[in-house]
């Protein structure tokens, strides 16, 4: 297990630093002279040049990349901007903020709303898909089939509007969403996020719902399944002990990547129900040409999904002992 995980994490090292070249090439593609922003309206051409040696853009672009990739490890100097210590994700163009600590600042209510809302589909979708299979051809699956397909057909532009409109207010059962810090005071964290959680869980809910019933219909017809029946074990501890834990690989494959992408920034989400969390930014870092801001949220959108497939690896491994045999 040790060996495999130094493996995946090298890996995940070389796929993070494709992604950050290939971001920093791109965003050098766009005819826009980003020292501007940051110079203002009454820029002057000798104001503009001390605005691009600060912000180290008067450099080529692979030197450029190379004093980014430096100022992780080291940290970095951005002369009357002050000193970036390691790990130096840079200066924002837009607002002559460090990058990593912008993120930082965003970063609990976009955890909030991931980890919130992947509780909430999670519960729901796999509870769900659970009963389907039990009882599979009878009502209980019809009406669980048929409700995954009519999620799994809505965007969450769309609901999230509905439900802001009818819930918050029209009839004012929820609170407008608005994050609180989950230590100042829990109650009205839940309830400033219980909206989008509950928008995100109608989407993710469907996928969850139909993945976890097809696998365990099929581990119920797996001779190992038939076998412990004739054995005599009762049907819970067959579904628990042995469909049930057969048919969860895939499910916890699935569910990594989706938690890693809601991490990572949901930009769609965070702009629906007007939260400013880390899709958000990169939403209007990319709006505003702001290189830096881009890049680190990239590189932390890339970093979770790749960490989180580390996990599920090992998690897998653990469900599963064929594989942790393989």
Not at 99 to 109: A, C, E, S, Y
Request: hydrophobic share 50%.
């Amino acid at each position: 297990m040790f060996r495999f995980l130094v493996r995946r994490v090298l890996g995940a090292l070389v796929i993070l630093l494709i992604i950050s070249a290939v971001t920093f090439w791109l965003f050098y593609a766009i005819p826009r002279d980003p020292a501007m922003m940051s110079c203002g309206k009454n820029c002057t051409p000798d104001m503009l040049a001390k605005v691009r040696h600060n912000l180290g853009i008067d450099h080529p672009v692979p030197v450029q990349y190379w004093y980014w990739l430096k100022g992780i490890v080291v940290g970095r100097s951005y002369g009357d901007f002050g000193n970036c210590s390691a790990p130096c994700l840079g200066y924002s163009f837009a607002n002559n903020q460090p990058v990593l600590g912008t993120i930082m600042d965003r970063l609990p209510l976009t955890l909030s709303l991931a980890f919130g809302a992947a509780v909430v589909f999670l519960v729901f979708g796999v509870g769900a898909g659970m009963i389907a299979a039990v009882k599979q051809g009878k009502w209980q699956d019809k009406v669980a089939t048929s409700a995954s397909l009519l999620g799994a057909s809505l965007q969450i532009y769309f609901v999230g509007y509905i439900a802001m409109y009818f819930f918050v207010f029209k009839i004012g059962l929820l609170d407008n969403p608005a994050y609180t810090p989950l230590t100042q005071n829990p109650l009205k964290w839940a309830s400033g996020l219980l909206l989008p959680w509950l928008v995100l869980a109608i989407i993710f809910t469907a996928n969850y719902t139909r993945m976890s019933r097809s696998q365990l219909v099929e581990q119920l017809s797996e001779d190992y399944v038939r076998t412990a029946r004739a054995k005599g074990l009762s049907r819970a501890n067959v579904f628990f002990r042995f469909a049930w834990r057969g048919a969860m690989g895939p499910i916890v494959t699935i569910f990594g990547v989706d938690l890693g992408t809601l991490i990572g920034g949901a930009i769609i989400t965070e702009t629906v129900f007007s939260l400013q969390g880390v899709g958000r930014l990169a939403l209007d870092s990319v709006n505003k040409s702001d290189l830096p801001m881009v890049l680190g949220v990239t590189v932390l959108a890339a970093g979770a999904i790749v960490i989180f497939n580390i996990i599920v690896d090992a998690v897998y491994a653990l469900i599963d002992p064929r594989i942790r045999l393989a």
